[in-house]
Protein backbone atom coordinates (compact mmCIF):
# COMPACT_ATOMS: atom_id res chain seq x y z
CA UNK A 1 0.00 0.00 0.00
CA UNK A 2 1.62 3.23 -1.19
CA UNK A 3 0.79 6.01 1.20
CA UNK A 4 -0.13 9.74 0.62
CA UNK A 5 3.22 11.01 0.79
CA UNK A 6 4.96 8.47 -1.35
CA UNK A 7 5.94 9.79 -4.66
CA UNK A 8 5.51 7.80 -7.97
CA UNK A 9 7.78 7.84 -10.61
CA UNK A 10 5.88 8.88 -14.12
CA UNK A 11 2.76 10.28 -15.11
CA UNK A 12 0.18 9.74 -12.08
CA UNK A 13 -3.49 10.13 -11.66
CA UNK A 14 -4.47 13.67 -11.84
CA UNK A 15 -5.94 13.91 -8.74
CA UNK A 16 -4.56 11.85 -5.50
CA UNK A 17 -7.36 9.66 -4.09
CA UNK A 18 -10.26 11.66 -2.39
CA UNK A 19 -10.58 8.74 0.17
CA UNK A 20 -6.63 7.52 1.33
CA UNK A 21 -4.61 10.65 -0.68
CA UNK A 22 -2.63 7.86 -2.28
CA UNK A 23 -1.08 8.71 -5.58
CA UNK A 24 -1.13 5.83 -8.54
CA UNK A 25 -0.03 6.14 -12.29
CA UNK A 26 -3.09 6.02 -14.72
CA UNK A 27 -2.60 2.43 -16.37
CA UNK A 28 -2.67 1.26 -12.38
CA UNK A 29 -5.73 2.75 -11.65
CA UNK A 30 -7.26 1.34 -14.90
CA UNK A 31 -5.88 -2.26 -14.07
CA UNK A 32 -7.77 -1.86 -10.94
CA UNK A 33 -11.34 -0.99 -12.74
CA UNK A 34 -11.17 2.27 -12.22
CA UNK A 35 -10.61 1.88 -8.09
CA UNK A 36 -7.80 2.86 -5.83
CA UNK A 37 -4.92 0.39 -5.62
CA UNK A 38 -4.28 1.14 -2.07
CA UNK A 39 -7.73 1.73 -0.24
CA UNK A 40 -10.18 0.33 -3.08
CA UNK A 41 -11.74 3.33 -3.48
CA UNK A 42 -14.37 3.23 -6.95
CA UNK A 43 -13.80 6.14 -9.13
CA UNK A 44 -16.89 6.44 -11.60
CA UNK A 45 -17.11 4.72 -14.54
CA UNK A 46 -18.02 5.28 -18.32
CA UNK A 47 -20.66 2.96 -20.02
CA UNK A 48 -18.25 2.06 -22.38
CA UNK A 49 -15.61 1.01 -19.47
CA UNK A 50 -17.80 -1.24 -17.69
CA UNK A 51 -19.70 -3.19 -20.78
CA UNK A 52 -15.44 -4.00 -21.57
CA UNK A 53 -15.16 -5.62 -17.83
CA UNK A 54 -18.88 -7.04 -17.48
CA UNK A 55 -20.13 -8.53 -20.82
CA UNK A 56 -18.63 -11.08 -22.74
CA UNK A 57 -16.37 -10.15 -25.51
CA UNK A 58 -18.07 -8.66 -28.59
CA UNK A 59 -21.75 -9.40 -27.04
CA UNK A 60 -22.89 -5.96 -26.05
CA UNK A 61 -25.32 -5.00 -29.19
CA UNK A 62 -27.22 -1.43 -28.40
CA UNK A 63 -30.68 -0.67 -29.22
CA UNK A 64 -32.89 2.45 -28.99
CA UNK A 65 -29.46 4.32 -29.94
CA UNK A 66 -31.15 6.96 -32.17
CA UNK A 67 -33.32 8.30 -29.41
CA UNK A 68 -32.09 11.79 -28.23
CA UNK A 69 -33.82 14.96 -25.95
CA UNK A 70 -36.07 17.76 -27.29
CA UNK A 71 -36.67 21.17 -25.48
CA UNK A 72 -40.23 19.92 -24.39
CA UNK A 73 -40.66 23.27 -22.08
CA UNK A 74 -39.12 25.60 -24.30
CA UNK A 75 -36.18 25.85 -22.24
CA UNK A 76 -33.92 29.11 -22.91
CA UNK A 77 -30.04 27.53 -23.23
CA UNK A 78 -31.22 24.02 -22.90
CA UNK A 79 -30.48 22.87 -26.77
CA UNK A 80 -26.92 24.36 -26.11
CA UNK A 81 -26.48 22.42 -22.97
CA UNK A 82 -27.68 19.10 -24.71
CA UNK A 83 -25.31 19.38 -27.57
CA UNK A 84 -22.59 20.05 -24.90
CA UNK A 85 -23.28 17.06 -22.72
CA UNK A 86 -23.47 14.70 -26.10
CA UNK A 87 -19.50 16.40 -27.01
CA UNK A 88 -18.53 15.59 -23.08
CA UNK A 89 -19.88 12.06 -22.59
CA UNK A 90 -19.86 10.80 -26.44
CA UNK A 91 -23.42 9.97 -26.00
CA UNK A 92 -26.94 10.80 -27.16
CA UNK A 93 -28.52 10.93 -23.64
CA UNK A 94 -27.36 9.69 -20.41
CA UNK A 95 -27.79 6.04 -20.12
CA UNK A 96 -27.49 3.71 -23.26
CA UNK A 97 -29.26 0.14 -23.45
CA UNK A 98 -28.49 -3.02 -25.36
CA UNK A 99 -28.30 -6.84 -25.20
CA UNK A 100 -25.31 -8.89 -24.00
CA UNK A 101 -24.16 -11.91 -22.30
CA UNK A 102 -22.39 -12.41 -19.17
CA UNK A 103 -20.63 -15.57 -19.15
CA UNK A 104 -22.40 -16.96 -22.08
CA UNK A 105 -26.14 -15.60 -20.13
CA UNK A 106 -27.83 -13.50 -22.36
CA UNK A 107 -29.41 -10.00 -20.44
CA UNK A 108 -30.49 -6.57 -21.11
CA UNK A 109 -28.26 -4.28 -19.77
CA UNK A 110 -28.52 -0.34 -19.15
CA UNK A 111 -25.99 1.98 -18.26
CA UNK A 112 -25.89 5.32 -17.18
CA UNK A 113 -23.50 8.19 -17.35
CA UNK A 114 -22.86 11.06 -15.29
CA UNK A 115 -20.98 12.77 -17.54
CA UNK A 116 -24.29 13.49 -19.16
CA UNK A 117 -25.54 16.27 -17.15
CA UNK A 118 -25.19 14.42 -13.97
CA UNK A 119 -27.03 11.28 -15.30
CA UNK A 120 -30.39 12.91 -14.73
CA UNK A 121 -33.41 11.38 -15.87
CA UNK A 122 -35.11 13.23 -18.76
CA UNK A 123 -37.85 11.84 -21.26
CA UNK A 124 -35.17 9.93 -23.20
CA UNK A 125 -33.67 8.30 -20.78
CA UNK A 126 -36.73 7.56 -19.05
CA UNK A 127 -37.79 6.04 -22.75
CA UNK A 128 -34.86 4.14 -22.91
CA UNK A 129 -35.17 2.65 -19.77
CA UNK A 130 -38.72 1.58 -20.70
CA UNK A 131 -37.79 0.30 -23.72
CA UNK A 132 -35.30 -1.72 -21.79
CA UNK A 133 -37.43 -3.23 -19.38
CA UNK A 134 -40.46 -3.77 -21.48
CA UNK A 135 -37.93 -5.75 -23.93
CA UNK A 136 -36.81 -8.11 -21.07
CA UNK A 137 -40.25 -8.94 -20.13
CA UNK A 138 -41.94 -9.41 -23.68
CA UNK A 139 -38.25 -11.86 -24.88
CA UNK A 140 -37.99 -13.18 -21.12
CA UNK A 141 -34.69 -11.94 -20.29
CA UNK A 142 -33.21 -10.88 -17.36
CA UNK A 143 -32.62 -6.97 -17.50
CA UNK A 144 -29.39 -5.08 -15.46
CA UNK A 145 -29.34 -1.30 -15.20
CA UNK A 146 -26.24 0.25 -13.61
CA UNK A 147 -27.67 3.74 -12.35
CA UNK A 148 -25.42 6.99 -11.97
CA UNK A 149 -27.69 10.05 -11.49
CA UNK A 150 -28.42 13.39 -9.97
CA UNK A 151 -32.02 12.82 -10.12
CA UNK A 152 -34.90 14.46 -12.68
CA UNK A 153 -33.77 16.72 -15.42
CA UNK A 154 -35.10 19.68 -14.60
CA UNK A 155 -34.73 21.22 -17.55
CA UNK A 156 -37.64 18.92 -18.93
CA UNK A 157 -40.10 20.22 -15.91
CA UNK A 158 -43.11 17.69 -15.72
CA UNK A 159 -42.09 15.42 -18.56
CA UNK A 160 -39.08 14.51 -16.44
CA UNK A 161 -40.84 14.07 -13.13
CA UNK A 162 -43.43 11.95 -15.12
CA UNK A 163 -40.58 9.15 -16.36
CA UNK A 164 -40.73 8.49 -12.49
CA UNK A 165 -44.27 6.72 -12.49
CA UNK A 166 -43.51 5.68 -16.40
CA UNK A 167 -40.49 3.45 -15.75
CA UNK A 168 -42.04 2.22 -12.12
CA UNK A 169 -45.05 1.01 -14.62
CA UNK A 170 -42.01 -0.82 -16.77
CA UNK A 171 -40.77 -2.45 -13.35
CA UNK A 172 -44.04 -3.30 -12.60
CA UNK A 173 -44.53 -5.48 -15.93
CA UNK A 174 -41.00 -6.97 -15.35
CA UNK A 175 -42.04 -8.74 -11.82
CA UNK A 176 -45.61 -9.87 -13.44
CA UNK A 177 -43.87 -11.54 -15.99
CA UNK A 178 -41.44 -13.66 -13.60
CA UNK A 179 -38.00 -12.24 -15.00
CA UNK A 180 -35.57 -11.08 -12.75
CA UNK A 181 -34.36 -7.15 -12.51
CA UNK A 182 -31.14 -5.93 -11.28
CA UNK A 183 -29.82 -2.82 -10.30
CA UNK A 184 -26.16 -1.55 -9.01
CA UNK A 185 -26.60 1.78 -7.21
CA UNK A 186 -23.28 3.48 -8.41
CA UNK A 187 -22.11 7.22 -6.99
CA UNK A 188 -24.32 9.24 -7.17
CA UNK A 189 -28.07 7.70 -7.23
CA UNK A 190 -29.89 10.08 -5.74
CA UNK A 191 -33.08 12.45 -6.76
CA UNK A 192 -35.73 11.16 -8.77
CA UNK A 193 -34.02 7.38 -9.88
CA UNK A 194 -33.43 6.79 -6.53
CA UNK A 195 -37.33 7.35 -5.92
CA UNK A 196 -38.28 5.16 -8.86
CA UNK A 197 -36.87 2.22 -10.77
CA UNK A 198 -33.34 2.09 -9.16
CA UNK A 199 -35.31 0.85 -5.74
CA UNK A 200 -37.51 -1.76 -7.31
CA UNK A 201 -35.22 -4.13 -8.43
CA UNK A 202 -35.50 -7.95 -7.19
CA UNK A 203 -31.96 -7.34 -5.97
CA UNK A 204 -30.18 -4.26 -5.16
CA UNK A 205 -27.02 -4.26 -5.76
CA UNK A 206 -24.24 -1.17 -4.54
CA UNK A 207 -21.01 -0.38 -5.35
CA UNK A 208 -18.71 0.55 -2.55
CA UNK A 209 -18.57 3.81 -1.16
CA UNK A 210 -21.67 4.89 -3.33
CA UNK A 211 -24.13 7.80 -2.06
CA UNK A 212 -27.45 6.79 -1.94
CA UNK A 213 -30.30 8.26 -1.26
CA UNK A 214 -33.30 11.00 -2.77
CA UNK A 215 -32.03 14.48 -1.27
CA UNK A 216 -28.32 15.37 -0.16
CA UNK A 217 -26.71 15.18 2.92
CA UNK A 218 -26.62 19.24 2.86
CA UNK A 219 -29.94 19.45 1.93
CA UNK A 220 -31.34 17.16 4.92
CA UNK A 221 -28.65 18.79 7.46
CA UNK A 222 -30.06 22.08 6.55
CA UNK A 223 -33.41 21.24 6.74
CA UNK A 224 -33.21 19.05 10.03
CA UNK A 225 -30.83 20.93 11.17
CA UNK A 226 -28.85 17.94 12.79
CA UNK A 227 -25.61 17.10 11.82
CA UNK A 228 -25.57 13.29 10.19
CA UNK A 229 -24.21 10.18 11.27
CA UNK A 230 -20.97 9.59 9.46
CA UNK A 231 -21.07 7.99 6.33
CA UNK A 232 -24.83 8.89 5.86
CA UNK A 233 -26.58 7.84 2.79
CA UNK A 234 -23.05 5.52 1.44
CA UNK A 235 -23.52 2.47 0.29
CA UNK A 236 -22.19 0.50 3.65
CA UNK A 237 -24.88 2.89 5.97
CA UNK A 238 -27.67 1.73 3.38
CA UNK A 239 -26.81 -2.43 3.86
CA UNK A 240 -26.89 -2.03 7.65
CA UNK A 241 -30.27 0.12 7.15
CA UNK A 242 -31.41 -2.38 4.68
CA UNK A 243 -31.79 -0.16 1.86
CA UNK A 244 -29.53 -2.56 -0.30
CA UNK A 245 -28.69 -6.50 -0.62
CA UNK A 246 -25.45 -6.16 -0.76
CA UNK A 247 -22.41 -4.54 -1.30
CA UNK A 248 -20.30 -5.86 -4.39
CA UNK A 249 -16.64 -4.87 -5.58
CA UNK A 250 -16.34 -3.91 -9.21
CA UNK A 251 -13.61 -6.92 -9.83
CA UNK A 252 -16.45 -9.61 -8.12
CA UNK A 253 -19.52 -8.24 -10.10
CA UNK A 254 -19.79 -10.27 -13.28
CA UNK A 255 -19.13 -13.27 -11.47
CA UNK A 256 -21.30 -12.20 -8.59
CA UNK A 257 -24.49 -11.06 -11.09
CA UNK A 258 -23.73 -14.75 -13.42
CA UNK A 259 -24.64 -16.53 -9.76
CA UNK A 260 -27.49 -14.66 -9.62
CA UNK A 261 -28.77 -14.90 -13.10
CA UNK A 262 -28.66 -18.86 -12.61
CA UNK A 263 -30.05 -18.75 -9.16
CA UNK A 264 -33.10 -16.70 -10.57
CA UNK A 265 -33.55 -19.52 -13.59
CA UNK A 266 -32.73 -22.53 -12.78
CA UNK A 267 -31.81 -23.64 -8.85
CA UNK A 268 -34.91 -23.64 -5.97
CA UNK A 269 -34.35 -21.91 -2.82
CA UNK A 270 -32.33 -23.53 -0.21
CA UNK A 271 -34.33 -24.53 2.50
CA UNK A 272 -33.43 -21.64 4.77
CA UNK A 273 -34.80 -19.59 2.21
CA UNK A 274 -32.68 -17.04 -0.18
CA UNK A 275 -29.09 -17.48 -0.59
CA UNK A 276 -27.13 -14.77 1.20
CA UNK A 277 -24.48 -12.59 0.40
CA UNK A 278 -21.86 -14.85 2.17
CA UNK A 279 -23.07 -17.43 -0.07
CA UNK A 280 -22.58 -15.39 -3.48
CA UNK A 281 -18.88 -14.30 -2.64
Not at 23 to 48: D, F, V, W
Not at 71 to 96: C, F, R, W
Not at 100 to 120: E, H, Q, R, V
Not at 187 to 192: K, L, M, N, V
Request: net charge negative.
Amino acid sequence: MRSKNETVSGPVHPEPCPICGAQHKPEEIETALKTCPSCGNHYRMEPAERIKYLTDPGSFVEFSANLSSINPIDLSGYEEKLSEAELKAQMKDAVITGTCAIDGKPLILGLMSFKFMGGSMGSVVGEKVCRAMLKGAEEKLPVLIYTNSGGARMQEGIFSLLQMAKTSSAAAELSRAGVPFFIVLCDPTTGGVTASFAMLADVTIAEPGALIGFAGPRVIEGTIRQALPEGFQRAEFQLEKGFVDLIIKRQDQKRIISRLIDLHYHEAPTAGGEESGEALA
